[in-house]
Nanobody, 123 residues
Framework: QVQLVESGGGSVQAGGSLRLSCAASGHTFSSRAMGWFRQAPGKEREFVAAISWSGGFTYYADFVKGRFTISRDNAKNTVYLQMNSLKPDDTAVYYC????????????????WGQGTQVTVSS
């Protein structure tokens, strides 16, 4: 069993930065790939970024490449999402998730989810 708690969301102006954190409990965290998804009002939840269990491989949605960076600290059971150059279109609830296997870009690849943290970017 893995429990995930996100933090670090908030309101920021366009061009600003935020760092999201996802604290995990449970002994399987370090053996799981982890991902970030987001869901804007009226839209489906979409993949943002993922990182392999070792941190050696990262994956990004095209719309965040060069702006967002995912990282993890297995000693702290925490995964991070550094978000720079934020745009109003980045406004959404951001969710941390734990992958069940090697797939990382689809919702079905994940079996553990956090409660989400709101990110609001104003123009």
């Amino acid at each position: 069993q893995v429990q995930l708690v996100e933090s670090g969301g908030g309101s920021v102006q366009a061009g600003g930065s935020l760092r999201l954190s996802c604290a995990a409990s449970g002994h399987t965290f370090s053996s799981r790939a982890m991902g970030w998804f987001r869901q804007a009002p009226g839209k489906e939840r979409e993949f943002v970024a993922a990182i392999s269990w070792s941190g050696g491989f990262t994956y990004y949605a095209d719309f965040v490449k060069g702006r967002f960076t995912i990282s993890r600290d297995n000693a702290k059971n925490t995964v991070y999402l550094q978000m720079n150059s934020l745009k109003p279109d980045d406004t959404a609830v951001y969710y941390c998730a734990g992958a069940r296997g090697t797939g990382v870009v689809s919702l079905k690849d994940y079996d553990y989810w956090g409660q989400g943290t709101q990110v609001t970017v104003s123009s």
